[in-house]
DNA sequence: AATAATTATCGTATAAATACGATAATTAAG
DNA sequence: CTTAATTATCGTATTTATACGATAATTATT
């Protein structure tokens, strides 16, 4: 009965839980540091430093991209990927955001 | 076969990621935003704003106190979480800290 | 055109997340 | 001590995430 209820919140919310699960698992984080780290975009490089499969880094790059983070281009037969700055500069800033909004009270608290 | 690699990586980018996850679902970003603006860290009221059931809500706020982010006492037959602010702040900086990382050789993307 | 190299996708297995109802546990009130 | 109220936990069902190998798809090279 796991009929997601996601719907159910400001989309706010959705869309800043939706960046969060895209940095919920340490590789994809650590292929944005590769991205960044590397001004090159390199693509299948990736693989050789994780300790992933191909298949598994594949599908980590897919949901990165899916989620707005990073961008891909096809270069002969290899994929060059690199971070989209524009979009991360927005998550940052609603991050922040966040952060600054649960900070105001911070004084009142009870525990 | 999905024995998770989450191990293999680093400890800060574990750390990052199992903040993330915290923040993974607009439900616990949800509670979070309400124990922050409200200054008597309610317990069960939380189950009248979501549209979740209580065992549901039950268990986002046992996940958020395991990641740290919350603190829970008993105050009788009801119960009291509020934000850890400390571990909060910790987070906060970690975050930025990430992004600023990931913004340093910003100038150089390819894409 | 054939081959080699690179990457994406498919199929699949397992683990984790999400949700609910039901029930247990705890405590205030009577 | 009982009862009512509140919350946590258990059991369970379903969806999603994670991982891999195998294979398909794409393109440069020969």
Known sequence: MATHKTKEFSAREQDLAAFAKALSHPARI???K???A???C?????VNVLPLA???VSQHLKELKSAGLID??????KSCYCINWKAFEQFN???????STLK???EASCC
Chains 1, 2 share one sequence.
């Open 30 to 32: 650590a292929i944005l």
């Open 34 to 36: 590769i991205l960044a």
């Open 38 to 40: 590397e001004n090159k």
């Open 42 to 46: 390199i693509c299948g490089e990736i």
């Open 54 to 56: 191909q298949s598994t």
């Open 72 to 77: 891909g281009t096809v270069d002969g037969p």
């Open 93 to 99: 800033t609603a991050f922040n955001s966040l952060f």
């Open 104 to 106: 105001i009270k911070n």
